[in-house]
C-alpha cells in the first residue's frame, strides 16, 4: 500500500473496515484498485485528530458521539469538484427547449422544479438558470432550482459565486460577458442570476435528505454515480424514482448508464439528449 498506510497503520482488514462504512454512508466505492487514493484523501483528517491509525479513525466514525460532525469533513475530503459551466450542454438545451414548454403548456400555474443534486461548486445549475434566463423564462413561469452536494466546502464556494478561468472552458463569451463581471482575477455570477438559486446539502446515501429534494420534475445527477457502487446508484434511483411526479426527468452523465440498474424508468431522446423519464 501507501507511506501513509505504514506510518499510520493500515491493514488489509482496517481498510475494508473502513472502506465499506463509507460505502455504506455516502455510496462512495473504493475498491481494491483505489485503496491508495481513499488513503491520501483521509490521511490529514487522521493526523488531523491526533490519531496514529485508521482503525482509531474507523471507531470515531462508527461509534463516536462527535461522527455526525466528522462525516461532513469526510465528505469535504473525498469530494471531486471537477466541473465547469455548459457541461454535457445538448440536456440543458433539451431542458429549456422542450420540457419546460411543454410543462407549462399542461400545466401553466403549476412551478416546476429543478434539482440539480451534486452540483460542486455551481457550475451545472448556474448553466441551467443562464439557459432558461436566455429563453425569458423567469419572467414567464414559475420555476425554482435547488442545488445541492454533499460536500460543505463545495456549497460555500457555489455561494459565493466566484469563479476562476478553468471553469469557463466550454462557455460560449457573449455568455459570460452578459452573465459576469471581473473581480481580482476571478469572475462573480450575476447576482440577479445567482439568487435563483436555493444552496443546501444533502448526502444522496440518505433518504431523508433525498426525499427533501426528489420532488423535482427534473433531476440533474451526473457525474457523481461513477463513484457509486451499483448497490448504491439502485437505491438513490429508487428514491427519486418514488418521489417524482409523472412525468419526471432524470440526467445523468453520459459517461453514466442506469440501463441494467433500474426499469422503473424509460430511457428517450428528448432533442439531442438522452433522459430517463418516469411515466
Not at 97 to 112: C, G
Not at 216 to 230: G, H, K, L, M, P
Request: hydrophobic share 45%; glycine share 4%; with cysteine.
Amino acid at each position: 500500500m501507501h507511506s501513509y498506510a505504514d506510518t499510520l497503520g493500515l491493514s488489509d482488514s482496517a481498510f475494508a473496515l473502513l472502506r465499506d462504512l463509507i460505502h455504506e454512508r455516502t455510496g462512495l466505492f473504493y475498491d481494491n484498485g483505489k485503496s491508495d487514493l481513499l488513503i491520501d484523501k483521509l490521511a490529514p483528517l487522521v493526523i488531523e485528530r491526533g490519531f496514529n491509525s485508521f482503525l482509531d479513525y474507523y471507531y470515531l466514525l462508527k461509534y463516536d458521539a462527535a461522527a455526525d460532525e466528522e462525516w461532513k469533513n469526510v465528505a469535504d475530503a473525498l469530494s471531486v469538484q471537477e466541473t465547469f459551466f455548459w457541461r454535457e450542454v445538448d440536456q440543458v438545451q433539451a431542458v429549456v427547449e422542450q420540457i419546460v414548454p411543454n410543462h407549462f403548456s399542461a400545466s401553466p400555474a403549476q412551478p416546476l422544479r429543478i434539482w440539480s443534486a451534486a452540483c460542486a461548486t455551481g457550475e451545472e445549475p448556474l448553466s441551467i438558470a443562464m439557459a432558461l434566463a436566455e429563453h425569458g423564462w423567469f419572467e414567464r413561469a414559475p420555476i425554482e432550482i435547488y442545488a445541492t452536494d454533499a460536500s460543505r466546502a463545495a456549497i460555500a464556494k457555489a455561494q459565493r459565486g466566484l469563479y476562476r478561468e478553468r471553469s469557463f472552458r466550454n462557455l460560449p463569451p457573449q455568455l459570460r460577458a452578459r452573465y459576469f463581471r471581473e473581480v481580482q482575477g476571478a469572475w462573480r455570477i450575476a447576482p440577479e442570476l445567482h439568487s435563483k438559486i436555493r444552496w443546501a446539502t444533502v448526502n444522496l446515501l440518505s433518504e431523508a435528505d433525498v426525499a427533501l429534494m426528489a420532488r423535482a420534475t427534473i433531476i440533474f445527477c451526473r457525474n457523481v454515480f461513477i463513484y457509486f457502487s451499483e448497490a448504491a446508484i439502485r437505491k438513490t434511483v429508487r428514491w427519486f424514482y418514488q418521489r417524482m411526479p409523472t412525468p419526471g426527468y432524470l440526467f445523468v452523465s453520459a459517461a453514466e448508464s442506469l440501463l441494467r440498474l433500474t426499469t422503473d424508468l424509460q430511457f428517450q431522446e428528448i432533442g439531442k439528449a438522452f433522459v430517463y423519464v418516469k411515466k
